[in-house]
């Protein structure tokens, strides 16, 4: 069966620090990868997906950036982070080949960001 | 521009009821709608899935229908219990893309 494993669990971090989380998926090849960000008071929005290795979409501009070196491994990232980077960050993806998001999405566990 | 609505906000019921929770949206021109579930503090797990040619998806308790005409789609839960507490949200694929828009979310609350 398929899992998707997402870290850390919570993460406090200063403003002006850099960023990094990661997912990863197993018991699946080529899923489509997504990165969403739910902030207090708002629905979820979605910030990169990914259809395949080195390849990445951004849905909106803003201070993060995504990347993804192996096939199952999908990983935001900032340089700098800003106050309103805060939120809970989910990793989901859904099988690949299919052409969008036809299939089931299936979530990670989240991060809780606190930007200070 | 795609806006997912869910009526209620928040919903309290004493268990053993039957309920209904309630999607809009405003472009009808969907690929297809996922019904969520959202522990607090947790991920989201996938509900029910319906394809735009579909009428209504079944899983156990939980039934979804989808009115593409009318830009809505129900939830409806049997004999609702304490464990069904949680937050549901919707969800729709605009254009067989990759991006679903959410709705805010319905918050449950199944009272023993």
């Known amino acids: 069966s398929q899992t998707i494993h997402q870290w850390p669990a919570t993460l406090v971090q200063p403003v002006g620090s850099p960023l990094s989380l990661e997912c990863t998926v197993e018991?699946?090849?080529?899923?489509?990868l997504y990165w969403y960000r739910q902030a207090a008071g708002r629905g979820l929005q979605l910030l990169f997906y990914s259809v395949g290795i080195g390849q990445i979409s951004s849905e909106v501009p803003q201070n993060l950036s995504a990347s993804r070196p192996q096939d199952r491994q999908f990983i935001l990232s900032s340089k700098k982070l800003l106050l309103s980077d805060s939120g809970f960050y989910l990793c989901a993806w859904s099988p690949g080949g299919s052409g969008g998001t036809n299939e089931k999405l299936f979530f990670g566990s989240g991060t809780q960001l606190s930007v200070l | 521009k795609q806006e997912v609505t869910q009526i209620p906000a928040a919903l309290s019921v004493p268990e053993g009821e039957n309920l209904v929770l309630n999607c809009s949206f405003t472009?009808?021109?969907?690929?297809?709608l996922q019904w969520f579930r959202q522990d607090p503090g947790k991920g989201l797990t996938s509900l029910l899935l319906?394809?735009?040619?579909?009428r209504e998806q079944t899983s156990g308790r939980l039934n979804a229908s989808l009115d593409k005409s009318s830009g809505r789609s129900t939830l409806y839960i049997a004999a609702s219990q304490p464990g069904d507490s949680a937050t549901y949200l919707c969800a729709v694929n605009r254009d067989s893309g990759y991006a679903l828009n959410f709705g805010k979310g319905t918050s449950l609350l199944v009272t023993p």
């Open positions: 319906i394809q735009s040619s579909q």
């Open positions: 472009d009808s021109a969907i690929y297809n």
């Open positions: 018991g699946t090849s080529n899923p489509n």
